[in-house]
């Protein structure tokens, strides 16, 4: 049964399974007496410990973002309003569905019209990996049309950016940071646990360590990373590099693994599948660097985390970091694909352990202040009542 009391929310979502800070955003707000429906267009539910969604698949279409795609999902477009008109009339009827939470374009685009119709509140979720400037026009278009009647909510500052110069109506947008939980577990063991394990005598103090953790199946600069750590070893002869790959591929990729070996690096260089706790690893760390070219939502979560660990912070300049990385305050940042700046940055935090303290101690504090997971879900309610 649904709850009572137009708590009752839709959530469309017709691409990859929701990144995990997203479903641990519903389920914190499920303990608000919020009710999820989830319809997706994959088998695999959406689902976490403690949550998971009444779900059901729909069929928003092919991708328009493709070029095949575009043609088939406008040749489908009348067809599929159709159709989902009375599954939304059904939801609104039965189970009382009250707002609707649109994740991709194909739905953006499908049920805007289709929620103002049926007088439901509709709302965007406006990922930090959105590409609007690769969009095909003619989706563009009608994007920046149905986004009229929806409230599109942002995660970082340049997404905002990008709506205000595509003359997206300022009114309709509205930023809300992504929040995180401030106590985080720190139990981890595994068969890596004398690398992670920070200590007086550990393993890992006796080396500087630099850190990542990067979706290798995604675009990323660790080939970038990798060059960096060679022109480091100049000035840092026991510097390492643990890479923790969240990946679903079983083994790294051949490619860096390749590289590694040319760069003569081998001996330094660690690649590590997805822990189950990842505080340990933060914290073994003597910096942390962001390698995402275009960062997901998962991604700005570890860098809170490591944020909040108080690690000194590395990240690419315009890629939606910034909110998090103030220039020489809570971090650093640098240009994305410069393996040469990139070695700068690292080299000048090394020799600087003052410094390394300050980014981590204000990192700490910002996260603190402004990134706290109750303040997210207060301005999100503000949008759902």
Sequence with gaps: MFAKGGKNILVINSGDRLD??????????????????????????????????RKKKIYCGPNPEKRLGLILFLILFLPLLFGNFFVLLYLKKKKEIKAVICCQTREKIIFTSLAKILNLKIIWL??????????????????????????????????????????????????????????????????????AKPGKFSFSQKFFTLGA??????????????????????VIPNLQLIVVDKSEVSAPDKHLLWLVKKLNIDNLVWFVKEQSNLRKWLDSFDIFINVNEAPKLANLEIALKAMLAGRPIIGFMNCGFEDLILDNKTGLLTKAGDSECLAQKIIELYKNKHLRGHLGKEAKNLVDQNFRLNKTIDEFEKILL
């Design 20 to 53: 995990c800070p997203l479903l641990n955003f519903f389920s914190e707000l499920s303990n608000y007496d919020y009710d999820f429906y989830i319809y997706s267009d994959k088998n695999k539910a959406d689902q976490l410990p403690g949550l998971t969604f």
């Design 126 to 195: 406006e990922f930090p990996e959105i590409n609007y400037f690769k969009m095909p026009k003619i989706i563009l278009r009608l994007y920046r049309s149905k986004a009229q009647s929806a409230k599109l909510i942002n995660f970082v500052n340049l997404t905002k950016l990008h709506l205000f110069n595509l003359k997206f109506k300022e009114e309709n947008i509205a930023l809300i940071p992504l929040g995180i939980k401030l106590n985080q577990p720190q139990h981890q063991a595994n068969i890596f646990s004398r690398l």
């Design 213 to 234: 953790i990067v979706n290798l199946s995604l675009p990323n600069q660790v080939e970038n990373l990798l060059a960096a750590a060679k022109i480091c070893l100049e």
